[in-house]
């Protein structure tokens, strides 16, 4: 069972950019999608962006040019480049499957914070 772990979170002002990575501790290489979620407060977890083992991505309409997904599997690792960061994108970020697995396999995510 693989093992995530994000990195890359802060606090950044409306209009800045973060570029969060999920490292995994086993090989992504058999995961054909890998995705970015985030969960603000009080609200359910949602997928923002996913990625397919050949490259190709999906966004949610409230991130489409402004997110870019990116995973290398030789390094086990995906990205997410966030730029022109708003107020309603604070939430804590988490990567995973996608599909989710049955079992969870969630890490412990990176907080978010987008505020002036």
């Known amino acids: 069972q693989v093992q995530l772990v994000e990195s890359g979170g802060g606090l950044v002002q409306p209009g800045g950019s973060l570029r969060l990575s999920c490292a995994a501790s086993g090989s992504i290489f058999s995961i054909n999608a890998m995705g970015w979620y985030r969960q603000a407060p009080g609200k359910q977890r949602e997928l923002v962006a996913a990625?397919?083992?050949?490259?190709?991505?999906n966004y949610k309409d409230s991130v489409k040019g402004r997110f870019t997904i990116s995973r290398d599997n030789a390094k086990n690792t995906v990205y997410l480049q966030m730029n022109s960061l708003k107020p309603e994108d604070t939430a804590v970020y988490y990567c995973n499957a996608v599909p989710a697995p049955p079992w969870g396999g969630w890490g412990q995510g990176t907080q978010v914070t987008v505020s002036s």
């Open positions: 990625i397919t083992r050949g490259g190709s991505t």
